[in-house]
């Protein structure tokens, strides 16, 4: 049974950091990656990453902020996220497919999601 487990959400003060983790099991995945969800808002894509590190994505307004990266021994994915900001706010959704996961259709697997809250 393929399952993604997501960790390290929380409420933290505006310009702090927070580290999310995402371990996945019954499987490994080429291409691992980060979607956020605000209340009243679409679900949209944060960051990816393809299996050997090298291909990295983020959504401009989180560049320079947020690195995220994976270890494949722990087929564990993390998204480091610094100065972050009331508008970080959101639930956080790992995701993972056998193809670049910026392209939903390529999205096979999903988390049951962490809650990031900033207060300002």
């Known amino acids: 049974q393929v399952q993604l487990v997501e960790s390290g959400g929380g409420l933290v003060q505006a310009g702090g950091s927070l580290r999310l983790s995402c371990a996945a099991s019954?499987?490994?995945?080429?291409?691992l990656g980060w979607f956020r969800q605000a209340p009243g808002k679409e679900r949209e894509f944060v960051a990816a990453?393809?299996?050997?590190?090298?291909?990295?994505s983020y959504v401009d307004s989180v560049k320079g902020r947020f690195t995220i990266s994976r270890d494949n021994a722990k087929n564990t994915v993390y998204l480091q996220m610094n100065s972050l900001k009331p508008d970080d706010t959101a639930v956080y959704y790992c995701?993972?497919?056998?193809?670049?996961?910026?392209?939903?259709?390529?999205?096979?697997?999903w988390g049951q999601g962490t809650q990031v809250t900033v207060s300002s």
């Open positions: 019954g499987r490994t995945f080429r291409y």
């Open positions: 990453i393809s299996w050997n590190t090298r291909s990295t």
């Open positions: 995701a993972a497919g056998a193809g670049w996961i910026g392209n939903r259709d390529f999205i096979s697997s």
